[in-house]
């Protein structure tokens, strides 16, 4: 009867093992499951706040040549001299792409391309790069080239910063 007894306990131990084993494995997997939803929420959200702020950009982006294009008009006008221009890069917002960076959701949904050409447009468009533009716009001036630089604005670096955004764009709704 010990033998019979001493056999059963051998099994209950294994079945008991086997459970807890199941246990340990079924909960990884909840675990692993729940991760996956919570990071793909993570990721549909940081989705949503670059959108945003594209559409931010856009917009100041587009408020900046129209005050391009009203310079040109003082400029073709002669009316520029006593006027105080200065091309007012404060509506470019960066503020929401910070945190996506440090959790490395920017470079997932860019990709190398697009935060290649997010970071050449962050750089060009932000308050300390409106002081140099304002500085070469006043050299240009002085040196009687105000229609060629203003020109250089409107026909290349727009049309740069646009496809720059474009870009971004693209790889959002992909």
Request: aromatic share 12%.
């Amino acid at each position: 009867m010990a033998g019979v007894r001493r056999g059963l306990g051998v099994t209950l131990a294994f079945w008991n093992a086997f459970w807890i084993f199941i246990g340990i494995v079924a909960g990884a997997a909840i675990q692993y499951v729940l991760q996956w939803f919570a990071s793909l929420s993570q990721r549909k959200n940081a989705k949503r706040l670059m959108k945003i702020e594209i559409e931010i950009n856009r917009r100041a982006l587009a408020a900046l040549s129209s005050h391009i294009a009203e310079t040109k008009e003082y400029a073709l006008s002669n009316e520029l001299a006593g006027r105080y221009i200065f091309f007012d890069m404060s509506g470019f917002s960066y503020l929401l792409s910070n945190p996506l960076i440090s959790t490395g959701h920017f470079h997932d949904i860019l990709g190398a391309d697009g935060v290649s050409a997010y970071f050449k447009f962050a750089q060009d468009l932000n308050t300390s790069n409106a002081q140099n533009i304002k500085a070469l716009f006043d050299q240009e001036v002085q040196n009687g080239k105000t229609m060629s630089f203003l020109n250089w604005l409107i026909n290349t670096k727009m049309i740069e910063w646009s496809e720059q955004l474009g870009q971004v764009e693209k790889k959002l709704l992909a």
